[in-house]
């Protein structure tokens, strides 16, 4: 971002006149420095970047000063902008793919931002500057005046697929054309993928940072049989074992036949866990192997799956409420239907250890028995008799 010199921030009326401890002198460095600290975390480094970079554009464009200049009545303003980012020309792009950020039509929103997408920018904004003033770059930090809110109580989740739309998503995977070499291999690909994410329970960005390689077996070690798992390095570098059940491995192996490959990885072989639909394995017993595919490309394609289950449930007069939340769900949405079901029907330990979870507090948020039970309890007493 080029910007002129009087809003670099270097002149900022909220600048420390005091010892700084980072090498910055205008805000962009200030916020790259910020940034720097997140480079491990590939989750949390696009987050920040994406609400940092929003709130400088904002600031130089809409209020005409920089980021170190703005008070805590500008940032009221700012998050009245969230909900409803305009002019739209300027800020929204226009509705349909994700498009590159060199695109001469991209733009930093993709729409108003929910109130839980609204609070949470404005925590990682308060992080920002609250590290810039502990930095000595800001003088003060204008989101510590914000009224604080006592801390909720988790609610239940509602971003997930009931029984019968996750019916529709597999009958409408199950149904892809697979009369070409292409054809094919979308299939397999996007059956392989939904079965990662439901069976494993693995985060987007696991499934495009880890290796089929992190298959391995190991033998019970009270009955004797083979045990398959998958080591997962998930969020905050911390390392899981994922139970791999019969299910997963055979749609593994269904996978690795389709790419040509043997029906099993080799021990810290390091193939993608999803491949490019136009790789194909060269004659070479030893193949090359390709690069993860994107995040970006791993949220087109189960939108687009989501996007034609939703196109099926309408064709068939099923109702349009339904297909508007099968359009609206996205990769983390399996996330949560997996750990719907495994909350729902597992030990609450063994569905926090399998999904990553730092505690039993978070797996508890999928439990819906007990509110399904409380609405049917209150609909049969709970009358008003006109």
């Not at 994700?98 to 108003?112: C, E, I, T, V, Y």
């Not at 639909?277 to 394609?301: D, K, N, Q």
Request: aromatic share 8%; glycine share 6%; charged share 25%.
């Amino acid at each position: 971002m080029v910007v002129l010199d009087a809003l670099t921030g270097r002149d900022g009326t909220n600048r420390s006149r005091g010892h700084r401890q980072i090498d910055a002198e205008t805000d962009q460095d200030a916020v790259l420095a910020w940034l720097a600290r997140f480079v491990d975390s590939p989750n949390t480094l696009a987050s920040s970047r994406r609400e940092a970079e929003r709130l400088l554009l904002w600031s130089v464009v809409e209020r005409g000063k920089p980021l170190s200049s703005l008070t805590h009545e500008d940032l009221l303003i700012y998050r009245r902008f969230l909900a409803n980012p305009q002019p739209a020309a300027r800020w929204v792009m226009p509705p349909g793919r994700k498009l590159a950020r060199r695109d001469p039509a991209w733009r930093p929103f993709a729409g108003p931002l929910a109130d839980a997408s609204i609070r949470q920018s404005m925590v990682i904004l308060n992080s920002l500057m609250g590290w810039l003033v502990e930095a000595g770059y800001l003088s003060g930090n204008p989101l510590a005046l914000a009224k604080r809110r006592r801390k909720a109580a988790a609610p239940r989740v509602t971003r997930f697929l009931e029984t019968d739309l996750w019916q529709a998503v597999r009958e409408t995977i199950v149904a892809m054309p697979q009369e070409t070499l292409r054809e094919r291999a979308v299939y397999a690909r996007s059956r392989w993928l939904f079965s990662l994410l439901f069976l494993a329970g693995l985060r987007i960005s696991e499934v495009v940072g880890n290796d089929m390689g992190d298959f391995f077996m190991r033998t019970d070690a009270t009955t004797g049989d083979p045990r398959w798992w998958v080591q997962v390095l998930g969020k905050g570098d911390k390392e899981r074992l994922v139970p791999a059940t019969t299910e997963l491995m055979i749609e593994l192996m269904k996978y690795r036949r389709a790419l040509e490959l043997s029906d099993l990885p080799s021990p810290g072989e390091p193939s993608p866990l999803l491949f490019p639909v136009a790789w194909r394995r060269s004659s070479h017993p030893a193949p090359a192997w390709p690069e993860a595919i994107s995040r970006s490309a791993v949220h087109t394609i189960v939108k687009e799956v989501f996007a034609a289950a939703a196109d099926r449930w309408e064709a068939d007069g099923r109702g349009q409420v339904q297909a508007d939340k099968l359009r609206a769900a996205s990769t983390h949405w399996l996330r949560h239907t997996a750990a719907s079901n495994l909350a729902n029907g597992a030990d609450l330990r063994h569905a926090r250890d399998t999904l990553g979870h730092s505690s039993l507090t978070t797996t508890s948020i999928y439990i819906h028995g007990e509110d399904d039970a409380r609405h049917s309890a209150i609909s049969a007493v709970h009358r008003i008799g006109w």
